[in-house]
């Protein structure tokens, strides 16, 4: 015969037979608590960080860390978590045990990883400007409240540098520039794009091969056309190259 006492405390059984009544001595019941619940501590990383993870330690209560609900053998014991470089938003598993009661179920402790950032930007094509050939630059990141850090790749200028959303920057020369923007949000996490830009003017030049200067309105005079340039001279030679 068993019976289970609900409530701690000493106890004394007593045994009736046909003949005579036995009594027991003394038995004591102790009651043991099973932790039913916990306080967790969450942490918020940037990508490729490590999430600390913490709960609210109860005095001798044990707390073994898993990486899954069910399952598995614990990773770690104690009331704190370091996990490894993260890519991606990741559970923990808490239990606990105390007098050597278990848990019934494991609690989830979360390492949340902000989202890629993904910095972009286009570059139109060069304009002519004081100083040299300006090309504009517009920010296609899609996360909005960014800040953000331009390098232009023109280390000669003391304008190298700009924290505009969408800026312009003047190039001493039409060549190629290596551009890097770097984005960051309220959090402190940082992505970086480089991208080599043109800063080459399109002049679309175009010189005819022949003029018929007879007066008639059509094609009477020869003349250079094109984009980007401040001036511009010719020479016209004869068959033996001499200047006409």
């Known amino acids: 015969q ?3 006492a609900k409530i701690a405390g000493s106890y004394t059984t007593k045994v009736t037979l046909p003949a005579s009544t036995l009594t027991s001595n003394a038995i004591s019941v102790t009651h043991k608590d099973i932790p039913v619940t916990v306080v967790t501590i ?3 990383i940037c990508k490729g960080g490590m999430g600390e993870l913490s709960l609210v ?3 001798g209560v044990v707390y073994r860390w898993y990486e899954a609900a069910t399952g598995g053998n614990y990773v770690a014991v104690g009331s704190s978590f370091l996990t490894g470089a993260l890519t991606q938003t990741t559970n923990m598993y808490v239990d606990m045990s105390a007098s050597g009661c278990v848990s019934v179920t494991r609690f989830p402790v979360i390492a949340y990883v902000f989202p890629d950032i993904e ?3 286009t570059a139109a094509e ?7 050939f300006a090309v504009a630059f517009t920010n296609t ?8 850090l331009w ?3 023109n280390t000669s200028s003391s304008e190298n540098n700009s924290s505009e959303e969408n800026p312009t920057h003047i190039y001493p020369a039409e060549t190629n520039y290596t551009v890097t923007l770097i984005a960051s949000n309220s959090e402190g996490c940082r992505d970086t794009v480089v991208q080599m830009i043109d800063a080459t003017m399109a002049h679309d030049l175009f010189l005819p091969s022949a003029f018929t200067p007879n007066n008639d309105g059509i094609n009477d005079v020869f003349r250079l056309k094109g984009n980007g340039y401040s001036n511009a001279s010719m020479v016209i030679l004869n068959q033996w190259g001499q200047a006409v």
Do not use: C, E, R, W
């Open 2 to 4: 068993f019976y289970v």
């Open 42 to 44: 969450n942490d918020s």
């Open 57 to 59: 330690a109860q005095s």
């Open 119 to 121: 910095p972009s930007f």
């Open 126 to 132: 060069a304009t002519k400007a004081d100083g040299g």
């Open 141 to 148: 990141t899609a996360i909005p409240g960014l800040t953000y």
């Open 151 to 153: 390098d232009f790749g």
